[in-house]
């Protein structure tokens, strides 16, 4: 069983940063950040597996940025740049797939929201 902490989530204008964090109790081979939006399915936006490998959705790339610290078991979620299509709740998952339904352990989502 592996316990993930989100915080860093909040309200910021459209082109501010936030830098959101999750601290886990265990380590798996991914673990990455997801997000929903109201009204909308959660939806991938970037891992990092337990080697350094990053994978991250097409309207992040560039301004979303993750990393881990493996020694302290936790993730990172650089978020500059933001826009208000950015507003969602942003959970942190681990588990050994990079998908929504390849995650194992979720945590309870920080809110991020973007205004124009």
């Known amino acids: 069983q592996v316990q993930l902490v989100e915080s860093g989530g909040g309200s910021v204008q459209a082109g501010g940063s936030l830098r959101l964090s999750c601290a886990a109790s265990?380590?798996?081979?991914?673990m990455g950040w997801f997000r929903q939006a109201p009204g909308k399915e959660r939806e991938g936006v970037a891992c990092i597996s337990m080697y350094g490998s990053t994978t991250s959705a097409d309207p992040v790339k560039g301004r979303l940025t993750i990393s881990r610290d493996n020694a302290k078991n936790i993730l990172y979620l650089q978020m500059n740049s933001l826009k208000p299509e950015d507003t969602a709740m942003y959970y942190c998952?681990?588990?050994?797939?990079?998908?929504?339904?390849?995650?194992?352990?979720w945590g309870k989502g920080t809110l991020v929201t973007v205004s124009s």
């Open positions: 998952a681990a588990g050994w797939r990079c998908m929504v339904g390849g995650m194992d352990y």
């Open positions: 265990g380590t798996t081979l991914w």
